[in-house]
Nanobody, 122 residues
Framework: QVQLVESGGMLVQAGGSLRLSCAAS????????LGWFRQAQGNSRELVAA???????KYIDSVKGRFTISRDSIKNGLYLQMNFLQPEDTAVYYCAADLNHRAVVVGTPQYWGKGTTVTVSS
């Protein structure tokens, strides 16, 4: 099993930057595919970015060039660097993990954190 705890969400002005972190504990972290999801009020949860066990990344179009996902298997950490934030990035952000990368990509990972809130003011 994997336990995931997000941090780093806060209120930021449009155009600003934030770095979200996800601390993992439990099983062999390096064996898991990872992802960041977000859910804005009134919307369904969506994948923002995913990263495989060997570092291959995937992003939704709306964050390409602005967000960067990374992982540190020594520190058991997952990160999301978010630059040029816009009000439409406002959401609760969740990190997630699964041994199967496809499960992360299609939005059905086995393990979820409880989320951290990002609010971008205009």
């Amino acid at each position: 099993q994997v336990q995931l705890v997000e941090s780093g969400g806060m209120l930021v002005q449009a155009g600003g930057s934030l770095r979200l972190s996800c601390a993992a504990s439990g099983s062999d972290f390096s064996a898991y595919a990872l992802g960041w999801f977000r859910q804005a009020q009134g919307n369904s949860r969506e994948l923002v970015a995913a990263i495989t066990t060997n570092g291959v990344t995937k992003y939704i179009d709306s964050v390409k060039g602005r967000f960067t996902i990374s992982r540190d298997s020594i520190k058991n950490g997952l990160y999301l660097q978010m630059n040029f934030l816009q009000p439409e990035d406002t959401a609760v952000y969740y990190c997630a993990a699964d041994l199967n990368h496809r499960a992360v990509v299609v939005g059905t990972p086995q393990y979820w954190g409880k989320g951290t809130t990002v609010t971008v003011s205009s």
